[in-house]
């Protein structure tokens, strides 16, 4: 099973942690990790590293971050690099991170980052894109 840490600015990860139970229920191989105001990249390199060292094995490991080019986003990228079968995927929501729990027992590291970023886009809608969907899916027969 593919690990996962999941990290990024202020309470992200444990907010993100605490509705991924609520719906999924514990999850195995997974870590969450704040990086809050008050925290330095040291001491998130450091949390991270210990992730790693606590999760990482043959299968692979997936980095789940927040914001592109913030430091949670840098600091996985530069752990990520360090080792193949490891991939960072950033932008996560809520929606990315209970499919993708869900899916990665089938799955290699890259497998899961194409998949990734298909259910990224997937889950980034609206209302009115929405609405228009199921009128084009359901079109209204006109009568005599």
């Given at each position: 099973m593919l690990g996962i840490i999941l990290?990024?600015?202020?309470g992200f990860a444990s907010g993100m942690e605490k509705a991924m139970k609520?719906?999924?229920g514990e999850q195995s191989q997974f870590i969450a990790i704040d990086f809050?105001?008050?925290?330095?990249?040291?001491?998130?390199?450091?949390?991270?590293?210990?992730?790693?060292?606590?999760?990482?094995?043959?299968?692979?490991?997936?980095?789940?971050?927040?914001?592109?080019?913030?430091t949670p986003f840098r600091?996985?990228?530069?752990?990520?690099?360090?080792?193949?079968?490891?991939?960072?995927?950033?932008?996560?929501?809520?929606?990315?991170?209970?499919?993708?729990?869900?899916?990665?027992?089938?799955?290699?590291s890259e497998a899961f980052r194409v998949q990734a970023l298909e259910c990224g886009h997937r889950g980034l809608t609206s209302l009115v894109?929405?609405?228009?969907?199921?009128r084009e899916e359901n079109p209204i027969e006109e009568g005599i």
């Open positions: 990290t990024g600015h202020g609520q719906i999924l809050p105001e008050t925290s330095t990249t040291a001491l998130l390199t450091s949390q991270l590293e210990q992730a790693v060292a606590e999760l990482d094995d043959e299968e692979g490991l997936i980095f789940l971050t927040d914001l592109l080019g913030g600091v996985a990228s530069t752990l990520a690099m360090q080792k193949p079968g490891r991939e960072v995927i950033t932008g996560t929501n809520l929606q990315l991170l209970l499919e993708m729990v869900l899916d990665r027992d089938e799955l290699n894109d929405e609405l228009g969907r199921c």
